[in-house]
């Protein structure tokens, strides 16, 4: 009969399962088991959407430029059918309605407040802590909820978004 690893019977296990990783160092069972399920919310969470009320955005449609909106920044104030939103204007604060595709998600300064918009911690609203350049991702912890303190080391740029404050 096979047993169903639970995560309380492997912490207390935790230090006599050991197994050796390919680079010489240890990692316990449990480290694997946390690892999995990360993996399994980051595929259960990840959608083909991304857009929330609250967040800024910019508006990268060419079509919108010559209206004098291209690159320019707004405020999702509504989400319509998921993939829609109409984003106030920061400036003119006129309302467009833009595809989201026609969107870019803006990344707050260092120590600025973030919503993760898509993976495992979708929803979940974290400070900005560093920007890798060279690998496009930044790294935040997580504010409030049943993550709070969590820190995150490599999500997507295209995952956060700057929020309202």
Request: charged fraction near 35%; hydrophobic fraction near 40%; charge should be positive.
């Amino acid at each position: 009969m096979e047993r169903k690893l639970s995560l309380a019977w492997l912490r207390q296990l935790n230090p006599v399962l050991k197994r050796e990783e390919k680079w010489g160092g240890r990692r316990s069972v449990l480290d694997d088991l946390m690892r999995e399920q990360e993996k399994v919310k980051e595929q259960i969470n990840r959608k083909d959407y991304c857009l929330c009320e609250g967040i800024i955005v910019k508006v990268m449609s060419k079509a919108l430029a010559e209206k004098g909106y291209f690159k320019q920044k707004g405020v999702v104030r509504k989400v319509i059918d998921k993939y829609v939103g109409e984003i106030e204007m920061l400036e003119s604060k006129h309302v467009l309605r833009v595809d989201q595709d026609e969107l870019e998600m803006v990344i707050p300064q260092i120590g600025g407040l973030a919503r993760i918009a898509n993976g495992a911690y979708r929803g979940s609203n974290a400070r900005l802590l560093a920007v890798d350049t060279d690998k496009f991702c930044v790294k935040v912890q997580i504010e409030k909820g049943i993550y709070d303190g969590r820190v995150l080391q490599a999500v997507e740029y295209e995952d956060i978004c700057k929020i309202v404050q």
